[in-house]
């Protein structure tokens, strides 16, 4: 079995990135990083997959980052104390009112439709 002669700096690359193994002249070289080829499912626990989401500040602005859920807009929370105008405070509480239910009154209408204009449109079997 031969070995070939390779440099000191370039066996040092080798030995951090890649296994070598010889199989007479034959070199077999094999990555080992996270990308390699697997047969079974990944094992974590968790993934790292990060979703690009659009933060919007209290002024308006628009900050792009990544969120693990998928979501197209996150807002920041609004500080009560912070609010400045009177306003402002009036118009976020009536937001958070709750919204007034109509109660239906009942028709007093007496409307007698006849039936036998309709039969026509009925198809017979």
């Given at each position: ?23 007479g ?30 933060l ?30 009177e306003?402002?405070?009036?118009v ?34």
């Open positions: 079995m031969f070995r070939f002669k390779v440099a000191p700096s370039i066996k040092g690359l080798l030995s951090n990135e890649c296994s070598t193994m010889t199989a002249s034959l070199n077999i070289f094999r990555y080992l990083n996270g990308n390699r080829a697997i047969i079974s499912r990944v094992k974590r626990k968790e993934f790292c997959r990060f979703y690009e989401t659009n919007v500040d209290l002024d308006g602005s628009v900050i792009k980052c990544r969120y693990p859920e998928p979501r197209y807009v996150i807002k920041f929370p609004v500080i009560f104390e912070e609010l400045k105008t306003e402002e405070k009036k976020w509480l009536s937001r958070r009112k709750p919204k007034e239910t109509f109660n239906r009154s009942k028709d007093d209408f007496d409307v007698k439709i006849d039936r036998k204009i309709y039969l026509k449109h009925l198809k017979k079997k």
